[in-house]
């Protein structure tokens, strides 16, 4: 199999997976918030469980999708045979965007959780600007985890045209 196309299957299936977990995690939140505000606190010993496979699901499934990128970048990096400063340069600046997006991810997941706990832990309470606050971290987090994910997504499109551009061009030469 030609190495392109395995990197570019590779890539697709690991970035989809990516995905499908990270919204799989926030169906779980959503039905962890859903299902306290029906007042089933009763059940608490299973809701927080789900809240962690939530978190843990929107995590792994940025993870996967970082990874993905990486492989993509990689491999452009393997197909420069002629050791493009240009490309050099646009990788470095997308790994510094990589760091930066992870630290973004990481604040977004704290706030999620952070938000879970308090307004789970004060929905039965008196306390409710502790539970309102709860929600508002939740929903910060949220938001900062979807446009992490969309981030993602442009990232993505612009190191797929990178290398589309880079296949043109080498092609052109051959």
Same mark, same amino acid.
């Given at each position: ?44 010993? $299973? #809701?927080?469980?789900?809240?962690? *496979? ?5 995590? =792994? @499934?940025?993870?996967? %999708? ?62 409710? $600007? #502790?539970?309102?606050?709860?929600? *508002? ?5 949220? =938001? @900062?985890?979807?446009? %992490? ?26």
């Amino acid at each position: 199999m030609n190495s392109k196309l395995y990197v570019t299957k590779y890539y697709n299936s690991l970035s989809t997976a990516g995905v499908v977990y990270a919204l799989s995690g926030f169906a779980l939140l959503g039905l962890a918030v859903l299902a306290n505000d029906f007042g089933l606190q009763f059940y608490m010993g $299973f #809701l927080y469980p789900v809240l962690i *496979a939530a978190l843990y699901f929107i995590k =792994i @499934g940025s993870d996967a %999708f970082i990874n993905a990128k990486q492989i993509r970048q990689n491999a452009i990096n393997n197909f420069d045979l002629n050791g493009n400063v240009f490309i050099e340069e646009e990788l470095k600046s997308k790994q510094i965007r990589r760091e930066k997006m992870l630290l973004f991810r990481n604040i977004s997941l704290i706030l999620l959780a952070v938000g879970s706990i308090m307004y789970f832990v004060f929905s039965g309470n008196s306390l409710k $600007f #502790l539970q309102g606050l709860g929600m *508002a971290f939740i929903v910060i987090g949220s =938001i @900062g985890a979807a446009l %992490f994910m969309y981030s993602l997504f442009i990232l993505g499109k612009y190191i797929a045209t990178l290398l589309a551009t880079k296949a043109s061009s080498s092609s052109a030469k051959n």
